[in-house]
């Protein structure tokens, strides 16, 4: 799968949120299981992040709906607080999904998915 290309606008000191639903094949992804990480660099070469998105793959909490995971649902979100910190420019981000293998969160990657990229402007508040 090719990842996809979306521009953001972010509101700096603002709380900023997205919902995406993956799809393969023209389904939505079954994403238990799986986990997310997204960023923000000035440059593709920058060695640190100018800020981590917080990635979340909703799930029910009742054990009998569907879950937000079996539905392909990802949420990248910045607090206000990050986006207060980061200055107005125009940034680089993409958010990837990956698979752990037998050792769990920390490690063992099986596969990572880069589901979108594309830029990101943060627009200079003005109210602070």
């Known amino acids: 799968m090719t990842a996809a290309r979306y ?4 509101d700096q000191g603002s ?64 607090p206000f607080n990050v986006s207060a910190a980061l200055t107005a420019a125009t940034y680089h981000y993409d958010l990837e999904i990956f698979e752990n293998g037998a050792t769990g969160p920390t490690g063992g990657i099986a596969a990572v998915t880069r589901v979108i990229g594309g830029t990101a402007t943060v627009r200079r508040e003005v109210t602070r």
């Open 7 to 10: 521009d953001l606008i972010i």
């Open 15 to 78: 709380d900023f949120s997205l919902e995406l639903v993956i799809k393969e094949n023209g389904q939505a992804k079954n994403l238990t299981g799986w986990h997310g990480r997204a960023a923000l660099r000035k440059t593709l070469e920058q060695g640190s992040t100018s800020a981590d998105f917080v990635v979340t793959i909703p799930k029910d909490s009742d054990g009998y709906t569907q879950s937000g995971a079996d539905l392909g649902k990802v949420n990248i979100s910045l």
